[in-house]
């Protein structure tokens, strides 16, 4: 399948929100001064609410709490809710995402792989965990008791959806080396085809979001992870489903209008790196209120990766209990992190 692309107007306001992207994109490398456990609970946080707002668009009741409370005993493997179930397993591919992403290219077979990551603790999906749908799995529209009355959008036949999807991961693959799109528009074409297709009997929605997230992270932008985009779709999900549903019932059409899904998606997008600056903004003004010595010791621990009281006497020429008292409130508010007891006793960023 080779994508018709011409039908892609790349308007001043792409350009502008792809450029803004790119911007951010670019001096994410120059946050490094936050610490590593900031940065981790930024991480955190953002991961909970992609779960949670990734699987409550499709139907989930499971709250933010909840879910981090789920995540924490995640060990147990044994979930009694649908709800748990699709939580626990949306956590699992996303962290395989989150520390794989440069090993894990778009293949049908990773592609496979993480829909059964995702499946991985519904009981009632076991049967088609990782294969292509078997029956027609058509958008449907459903009143308050829960009956079909309606069939909102018609997706790809299970005969044609092995063909389509080979045709779309090869088309991808093809674009990102050739450059013949910017990354970001590839990544937008690959999703809402892939949405189109909806290749498995269920879990579309999701797979679709952890692999938007593959996508972007192997394209370079590093910050994804520390700033849900999920959490974005939930809070626009009208806007979410009335562009891709524009885009959708055109793309087998001469000329596919694709117009109304690139820009929400970009705007998606950008509303997500918005949430992400405000977040380092609060960060970087609670950096600031710090004393000079605090930041002096953060700086030095930054140079030195890990430093003693000793080498801390040395090197800022302040006393032992000023020291003292600077350190422990570091390691209260997560600046620093203390490493053994007694005079082996170290500090670190992480």
């Not at 592609?111 to 009632?124: E, M, N, P, T, V």
């Not at 959008?153 to 005969?159: V, Y």
């Not at 189109?196 to 952890?210: A, K, M, T």
Request: aromatic letters at 8%; glycine letters at 6%; proline letters at 3%.
């Amino acid at each position: 399948m080779s994508l018709n692309t011409a039908t892609l107007t790349i308007t001043p306001e792409i350009l502008a929100l792809i450029a803004e992207l790119d911007e951010f994109k670019g001096a994410w490398r120059a946050l490094g001064t936050l610490a590593p456990e900031r940065l981790s609970a930024l991480r955190r946080v953002a991961t909970i609410e992609s779960i949670g707002s990734s699987t409550r668009i499709e139907g989930s009741r499971l709250t933010d709490s909840e879910v981090a409370d789920l995540l924490g005993r995640l060990e147990i493997k044994k979930f009694d809710t649908r709800d748990e179930q699709e939580v626990a397993g949306y956590a699992e591919a996303m962290e395989t995402i989150f520390a794989h992403a440069d090993a894990i290219e778009l293949t049908e077979n990773h592609i496979r792989q993480l829909h059964c990551d995702l499946l991985r603790y519904s009981a009632k999906d076991e049967r088609h965990r990782g294969e292509y749908k078997t029956t027609h799995n058509h958008v449907s529209a459903f009143d308050a008791e829960g009956r079909e009355i309606g069939v909102v959008f018609e997706t790809a036949t299970p005969f044609e959806t092995p063909r389509r999807m080979a045709e779309l991961v090869s088309w991808t693959r093809d674009a990102l080396e050739e450059n013949a799109l910017h990354p970001i528009l590839i990544a937008a074409l690959f999703t809402v085809v892939f949405l189109e297709i909806h290749p498995f009997q269920d879990g579309n929605g999701r797979l679709s979001r952890v692999l938007t997230t593959l996508l972007l992270l192997r394209s370079g932008y590093a910050y994804v992870p520390f700033s849900s985009l999920e959490s974005v779709i939930e809070q626009s999900k009208e806007g979410y489903y009335l562009a891709l549903r524009a885009t959708q019932t055109t793309i087998r059409k001469d000329a596919p209008d694709w117009q109304p899904w690139v820009v929400y998606f970009l705007r998606a997008l950008q509303k997500q790196k918005q949430r992400l600056e405000a977040k380092i903004q609060r960060e970087r003004i609670l950096i600031e209120s710090l004393p000079d010595l605090s930041v002096q010791i953060l700086e030095l621990a930054k140079a030195h990766g890990h430093l003693s009281i000793g080498q801390l006497l040395h090197l800022t020429g302040a006393n032992r209990n000023t020291i003292k008292k600077h350190l422990r409130m570091l390691v209260k508010d997560h600046h620093l992190v203390q490493h053994g007891k007694g005079k082996g006793t170290w500090y670190g960023r992480g």
